[in-house]
């Protein structure tokens, strides 16, 4: 389920074939620091961005791209990561498995029953990020900080694709795309345990921990719950009642006026202590989901099925 990654190699790790990778790229251009005299080279390679420096070289761009020719509609698992770094191993003439990987995007694609936007509508808030819902069929998930290492991302991707003028297999236009993606960014070592190198990406143990880790944060998110049809026969006191009453304002409302409400109680400092925020986040969360009023969306049990059955091959 990898799409995006970022490398860096070492030049030791290139060894002496370092001075002809500028050889290899595609619409090279070379810039030099009038202040340093340091050289750097830019250009691409099968759709990938490479600069060359001093030190070593840098590589960003989608594996599944460069695999399929362009194409990222299929992401990699395991084994086709293999075979995408098999083949720039083959297109740099040296292989890369040593080279450190400094970010990477992890996800899939889901084909839904409805329009992308009436899922997302029901996702609510995740502990200790942000929702952002950029427009009906892009939702984010980011921290406060000027730094982002992590970014959960969810949209349409038949839409992404058309927008970027990315080529879409003939039998999937038109279809319901929702993509969920892990953004990892930076120190990837502290966020995951592990030091991650090329190699470390086809490893069984760590991409199960990926795909564990993928999971657990979008069950983490607060779902839309539908209502009982028989929910008024479970009233017994005016407690209930007004349980009931708070339960149904908040599940038919758009998730976005709920995480609006309390990142617009935060802009106005109304708790000193920050915890609050999140003791109402799941308080609210609670009502919403009441045992006894409530029952799972029948869309949110869809997208639940899809992310448990994510990654079952390995």
């Known amino acids: 389920m990898y799409d995006k990654v970022k490398f860096w190699i070492d030049r030791a790790i290139v060894g002496e074939q370092f001075p002809s990778i500028v050889n290899l790229l595609d619409e090279a251009n070379t810039q030099v620091n009038q202040r340093t005299g340091e050289v750097k080279t830019f250009g691409s390679l099968g759709g990938l961005r490479v600069a060359v420096f001093i030190g070593g070289v840098s590589i960003v761009g989608s594996l599944a791209k460069f695999l399929h020719n362009g194409s990222n ?26 080279a450190k990987v400094t970010g990477l995007e992890f996800g899939n694609n889901f084909i839904m029953r409805y329009d992308v936007a009436a899922y997302l509508s029901r996702l609510g808030a995740m502990p200790r990020m942000c929702r952002l819902n950029i427009n009906p069929t892009s939702l984010y998930y980011r921290g406060n900080g000027k730094q982002q290492p992590k970014i959960f991302a969810f949209y349409d991707k038949v839409a992404d694709a058309t927008n970027k003028g990315m080529d879409c297999p003939e039998d999937l236009r038109g279809a319901n795309m929702l993509r969920y993606e892990m953004r990892l960014k ?49 009233i017994r006191t005016v407690k209930d009642a007004f349980s009931l009453f708070v339960s149904r304002l908040i599940n038919e409302a758009d998730q976005a006026t709920v995480t609006g409400f309390i990142d617009e109680m935060k802009a106005a400092g109304v708790f000193e202590d920050r915890k609050n925020y999140t003791r109402l986040a799941k308080k609210l969360q609670e009502v919403a989901a009441m045992a006894d009023l409530t029952e799972p969306d029948e869309l949110i049990n869809e997208l639940d099925d899809e992310i448990k059955n994510s990654g079952a091959y390995w």
């Open 186 to 234: 930076g120190r990837l070592s502290q966020q995951l345990g592990v030091s991650v190198t090329a190699s470390t990406l086809n490893d069984e143990r760590f991409y199960r921990m990926l795909v564990r880790l993928y999971q657990d944060n979008y069950f983490s998110i607060s779902k839309t719950h539908k209502i009982k049809s028989d929910s008024m026969s479970e």
């Open 73 to 98: 509609v299929y992401p990699l698992d395991r084994h086709t990561t293999a075979q995408a770094l098999e083949k720039l191993g083959d297109a740099l003439h040296f292989q890369i498995g040593d």
